[in-house]
């Protein structure tokens, strides 16, 4: 199951959106499902995956970024661990993103146009 997109992700280093309409995965199903099955994400969407450091391209129809991000800090935030950009559908897999605790799947260029980089710090509002 996934919520109807009640949350947010903003970019705290940058002062930039990373995603306006971010959906959460909160079960183990919506995670394994993700975007598959989805013709496409609007600019400003996204999926929040919690409690994951890997992800598939298997059965996607489009290219997605994904950002990876690490345990919550003592004021809310997440640090960045990992950046994929632009991953393609079919052939792209992360088997392990190193001090992942979840990801944000994001439309391809999101990363750029955010201008997210390694060790930014992320928040994300309306996620449990």
């Known amino acids: 199951m996934t919520t109807a997109a009640p949350g947010s992700a903003h970019n705290v280093t940058r002062n930039a959106p990373l995603a306006t309409s971010l959906e959460?995965?909160?079960?183990?199903?919506?995670?394994f499902m993700g975007l598959m099955g989805r013709a496409t994400l609007?600019?400003?969407?996204?999926?929040?995956?919690?409690?994951?450091?890997?992800?598939?391209?298997?059965?996607?129809?489009?290219?997605?970024d994904a950002v990876f991000l690490?345990?919550?800090?003592t004021?809310?935030?997440?640090?960045v661990v990992q950046l994929r950009r632009s991953m393609r559908p079919w052939?792209?897999?992360?088997w392990f993103a190193r001090g992942a605790e979840g990801v944000i799947e994001l439309p391809a260029g999101a990363i750029d146009a955010s201008g997210t980089a390694m060790s930014d710090s992320i928040?994300?509002?309306g996620v449990a």
Do not use: E, Y
Request: no cysteine; charged share 10%; hydrophobic share 50%.
């Open 70 to 73: 690490g345990a919550a800090a």
């Open 75 to 79: 004021d809310g935030t997440r640090q």
């Open 91 to 94: 052939t792209g897999v992360v």
């Open 42 to 64: 609007p600019p400003g969407a996204g999926l929040w995956l919690g409690g994951t450091n890997n992800i598939h391209m298997m059965f996607m129809r489009f290219p997605i």
């Open 123 to 125: 928040r994300l509002a």
């Open 24 to 31: 959460v995965a909160t079960s183990f199903w919506a995670k």
